[in-house]
Nanobody, 124 residues
């Protein structure tokens, strides 16, 4: 059974930074795109950042451009999301999805390989 494990969430003040990490098996991570999503209470889950299998292509939702950076380190079977200048409206549960495909613009997530989510709370 493939596990997808996120870590790094927590409570931070407005303007602060956090780095989320996502770990999974090499079989799933390598040669596949992956992405970070988030879901705030009462809202739809949205794609925040994505990276292709090679790490050379990335995409971000407009609201996080310039503040978030997605990266992957296949040698360690991990991927990360660096988040800077956080705002209260970015409070959400953040999910990692692995094993996806790249459609030329962003990641098309895999239906199965989701993590359990990690809570990010930004206080005002």
């Amino acid at each position: 059974q493939v596990r997808v494990v996120e870590s790094g969430g927590g409570l931070v003040q407005t303007g602060g930074s956090l780095t989320l990490s996502c770990g999974s098996s090499a079989r799933i991570l390598m040669r596949n795109a992956m992405a970070w999503f988030r879901q705030a209470p009462g809202k739809e889950r949205e794609l925040v950042a994505a990276i292709d299998w090679s790490g050379s292509k990335t995409s971000y939702v407009d609201s996080v451009k310039g503040g978030f950076t997605i990266s992957r380190l296949d040698a360690q079977n991990t991927a990360s999301l660096q988040m800077k200048s956080l705002k209260p409206e970015e409070t959400a549960v953040y999910y990692c999805n692995v094993g996806g495909s790249w459609n030329g613009t962003t990641c098309v997530p895999d239906r199965t390989f989701w993590g359990q989510g990690t809570q990010v709370t930004v206080s005002s």
